[in-house]
C-alpha cells in the first residue's frame, strides 16, 4: 500500500511540475521541476514515509524503463543506415571526453581527500 | 497452423504482447547479466534492446504496436525522475560540503560531452537535426527528448541517443577509468552519471553503493543544469 501512495505522489508531482512548465512556459520538463518540488517537500517527514518505497522501488529498476525507448532505435534504422558509424564514433568518443574531463576535474576539486580504493564500475 | 498463426496475430495486436514481451525480456536477460557476475558486456538494457528489436523485426511487428504495451513501462520514467530527488536528499550534506566541486565537474563533464558530440559529429558532417538531438545525450532520455524538441532536434532520435550513450558509459567505464588510474568511487560514480545519466548510474549502483549514491547525484544535476542551460546555449549559437 505505502509503493502505490508513493507511486500516487509522485505521479502528482510530475503533474504539477507538468502544469507549472505549461502555465509559465518555463525552461525545466514537467518531471524535473516535480523533482525540485520533491526536494522541498522531502523536509517533512510525512512525505518521506510515504515516498522512500516507490522512490527506492523505481530507482533499482531504472534501467528497465529505459528498454522501450531503447527498442524504438527499429524506427531510425533508416538513420542508423546512412550514419551508423559517423554516430557510434561520436557517440563512443563524446562519453569518454565526457567521463574522463568529469573525473579529472572532480578529482582535482577534491584533491586527494578521501583514500577509497576502487577497481569496478 | 492456422490457429496458431491466428492465435499470434492477435496476440501481436493487443498491449500484452508489448508490456509481457519488454518485462519478461528483462527478467531473463538480467538473470543472465547475474550468472556471468554482472560483467559490463553483459548489460541487460543492451541485450533486452537487441532480443526485443529482433523479434520486432522478425515478426513484421511495427514499433507503434510494441509500443501499446511497452508505453506501460516507459510512462513510469516520469515519477523515477521526480524520484531522483531522494538519493539527493539522503546525500543533502555531502552535496553541501562538496557542492561546488560537484556542481562544477557537472559543467565541466557536461559542457565536453555535449561540445565534443556536436563537434565530433559536424566534423564528420551529420546533418544539422541529427547534431540538436546528439547535444542532450547525456542527460536522461526522457528529459533529453525535451530538450531536444526545444533544440530543434528529434525527440525520439535524441531518446535512441541517450539510450546510445548510456550503453556505452555502462559497458566500458570501467576499463576507461582504470586506465586514467582514477581509484575513488565517489569521482568514478559521480563521473559515469554525468555522462551516462540512468544507464551509468544504475551500472553504478550495481558495483559499489557510494559510486551509485554519487552516480545518482551527477544524473540529478545533470537534468538540472541539462535542461536550463542547453535552451540557453542552443539559442545563443542559433544567433538572433
Redesign the interface.
Known sequence: MNLLRG?AL??L??AA?ESLTHAFDL??????I??????IA?RSAFV?AT??D???G???H???????????????LD?LAS?GL??????????????????????R??GAA?P?????? | MPDFVQLWVYLASTPLF?LAA??A??VLVHAAYDGLGRAPWAN??LW??VA??VI??ATRTP?PT??AG??F??V??????????????LRRAELRR?G???V???L???A???G??VA??AL???PAD?LRS?AP??VT???AM??AE?LGGVP??A????????M??AL???Y???A?G???????????G???H??G?????Q??A??GAYA?I?L?LQ??LG??LM??VGHWLAGP
Not at chain 1, 27 to 32: D, E, I, N, Q
Not at chain 2, 160 to 165: D, G, R
Not at chain 2, 201 to 205: E, T, V
Open positions: 507511486l509522485l505521479l508531482l510530475q511540475g525552461p525545466l520538463p514537467g518531471p524535473v516535480g523533482l525540485v518540488l520533491l526536494l522531502l518521506r515516498v522512500v516507490a522512490a527506492e523505481l530507482l533499482a531504472l534501467s528497465l524503463l529505459f528498454v522501450p525507448v531503447g527498442v524504438g532505435v527499429i524506427t531510425h538513420v550514419y559517423r554516430l557510434m564514433a561520436v557517440v563512443v568518443l563524446s562519453t569518454w571526453i565526457g567521463m574522463a574531463v568529469t573525473a579529472w576535474v572532480l578529482a576539486l577534491l578521501a577509497e580504493e576502487g577497481r569496478g564500475a | 508489448g519488454t518485462l525480456t528483462y541487460p538494457v533486452s534492446v526485443i528489436a520486432l523485426v514499433y510494441y509500443f511497452a508505453q513501462v516507459h513510469l520514467l516520469g515519477p523515477a525522475v521526480v524520484a531522483l530527488a531522494w538519493p539527493l536528499w562538496r561546488v566541486a560537484l562544477t565537474a557537472a565541466a563533464g557536461g565536453a560531452a555535449a565534443s558530440a565530433l559529429g564528420l558532417g551529420l541529427v546528439l545525450k547525456s532520455a526522457p528529459v525535451g530538450i526545444r525520439a532520435l531518446a535512441v541517443m541517450a539510450v546510445l550513450t548510456g556505452v558509459g566500458s567505464a570501467r576507461l577509468f582504470n586514467l582514477i581509484r575513488s568511487w565517489a569521482v568514478r560514480g559521480f563521473a559515469l554525468t555522462a551516462s540512468g544507464l548510474a544504475a551500472r553504478a549502483l558495483v559499489d557510494d559510486a545518482g551527477a540529478g537534468v538540472l535542461s536550463l535552451p540557453l
